[in-house]
C-alpha cells in the first residue's frame, strides 16, 4: 500500500451521495492504490498538485469495435449502404492477426483515453484464425486486445461475443468463420479461460456479447445467458429494421421479444442500438431495467436511424454511450447527439438535461461494463479524473458547468486524465498518439 496523493482540482463535479452531483471548486482530492480516500471541496491545500480546468470522473465507452478504427474516412469515398460497409469491415477483420490488432488496438485506446473515456467495452469477435481454425492460443486474439488496453492505461470489459451464424441458422460464411466457436456450448468453454485468466486483474472485466439474434440461433441463446451470469451480457438489437423483419419471419416475435422469452433481458443486459424498437419492446426493456447503449455517431455514419432514448429512459432503462466504429471519438458528441437527435426526430427540444446526460456517459456506462466503482469523484470510488479547459474557443464564456462539457467541449479540450490513479494522458501526447494510429492502420490497410 501506498502514501496518498494529493491534488487540488480547481473546480469539480462531484457525487452527493443521495443527491445529484454539483460543481465545486478547489476541491482536495486524495488518491491511495488506485482510488479516493478523501474529496474536500472549497478546501485550498497548497502541499497538493494543482490541477487546473474542469475536472469530470472519467467517462465509458460502452460499446467498441476497436479494429473499425482502421475503416474511418476510407468507407465514406462512395456511396452505399450499411451492408456494403459491412463487406468493407470484413476485408480489414480478414488482415488481422494478434500482433497487428495489438498494434491497432493499442493505438486506438490511447485516442479513446486522450478523449476522456476511462474504461471501454469491447465487444469482441474476431476470435480464431481468417479460416476459422484456432490459433494455438485459441485466447490469442483476446489476449491482444486486453494487453493493449492495459499498455494504453484504460480499463477494459472484454465482451466475449457469441456469433455462430450468417443470418438466423446459416451457416458462417467469408470471414465469419473466425467469429464462431461452432456452438455456444465451445464459445463457453473458450470464454471460460479468458475469465479464468483476467481473474486477478482489476483492471479487466470479462463479459458475454451476442452478437445479435440473427448471429446467435434462438436454441443456443440460453447456453449463452447461463455461461454470463454475474457478468455484463451485451448485445446488438434492432439495428437495422431489416434484422427486425428476419426475426419476425424466422421466429414471429422482435428480437426485444426473443431476448425476453430466452432469459437474455435483465439488470445486467445492454442493448446496443435500441434502434427501430415497438412500444412493447420498449416496455421490456424498461422492465427488466436493462441498459439501452447509444452510439449516435456511428448511428449516423451508418444511416441506422434515431432510437427512442426518452422513452427507454422513462420506461426504467438506463442509458449509456459508446463509439462503435469510431467513425468518431468524443464522448461529448455522443452525448450532445443524444439530445439533438430526438430534437431532429421529434421536431422538440427538451428531451435531456446536460446533468442526466453526463451520468449516462460516466457513471452509468461504468456500471454496464462491470466497473461500478467508477465515474464518481467520491471516496471509495477508483481514483479516475478527465480534466477539460474552460478557456478554449469552445468552452471560453459557456458557464463552466455540466452544460459546457455535454454541449460545448470536444475531445479537443481534455489536457490530462488519470485511470486508477495514474496519469495516463497528458498535454502534447496526441502528436504520438496520431503517428501510432498512423502506423497501426497503414498495416491493416495496405495491400
Known sequence: MTGPTAYLLERAWLDAGA????????????????????VEPECPAALAERVPGLSLPGFANAHSHVFHRALRGRTQRERGSFWTWREQM???????????????????????????????????YLHH???????????AMAGAVVAAAREAGIRIALLDTCYLSSGLGAPPEGVQRRFSDGD?????????????????????VVGAAIHSVR????????????????????????????????????YGVTPTRLLA????????????????????????????????????????DLGDGIGPSRALHDAGARLTIGSDSHAVVDPYEELRAVELDERLASRARGHWVAAELLLAGTATGHASLGFADAGRIAVGARADLVT?????????????????????ATSADVTRVMVDGRVVVREGDREEIGRDLERAVRRVTTP
Request: some cysteine.
Open 19 to 38: 443527491g445529484a452531483p454539483a460543481w465545486h471548486d478547489d476541491v482536495v482530492v486524495e488518491v491511495t492504490d488506485g482510488r479516493f480516500t478523501h
Open 90 to 124: 470484413y476485408a480489414v477483420a480478414a488482415r488481422l492477426d494478434p500482433d497487428s490488432l495489438f498494434a491497432l488496438a493499442r493505438a486506438a485506446y490511447r485516442e479513446m483515453a486522450a478523449a476522456g473515456y476511462t474504461g471501454v467495452g469491447e465487444f469482441h
Open 129 to 139: 484464425r481468417p479460416d476459422g481454425t484456432a490459433y494455438a492460443d485459441p485466447t
Open 184 to 204: 455456444a456450448e465451445g464459445w463457453a468453454r473458450r470464454r471460460s479461460s479468458l475469465v479464468d485468466a483476467a481473474h486477478a486483474d482489476v483492471g479487466v
Open 215 to 250: 448471429a446467435v440461433p434462438r436454441d443456443q441463446l440460453a447456453t449463452v445467458v447461463a455461461a454470463a451470469e454475474g457478468a455484463p451480457l451485451h448485445v446488438h438489437l434492432s439495428e437495422q429494421v431489416a434484422e427486425n423483419d428476419a426475426c419476425l419471419a424466422a
Open 261 to 300: 422469452d430466452t432469459g437474455a433481458l435483465g439488470p445486467t443486459t445492454s442493448a446496443v442500438h435500441a434502434t427501430h424498437l415497438t412500444d412493447d419492446d420498449i416496455a421490456l426493456l424498461g422492465a427488466a431495467h436493462a441498459f439501452a447503449c447509444f452510439c449516435p455517431t456511428t448511428e449516423r
Open 388 to 408: 477539460l479547459d474552460p478557456a478554449s474557443p469552445r468552452t471560453a464564456g459557456t458557464g463552466h458547468d455540466e452544460g459546457t462539457v455535454v454541449f460545448a
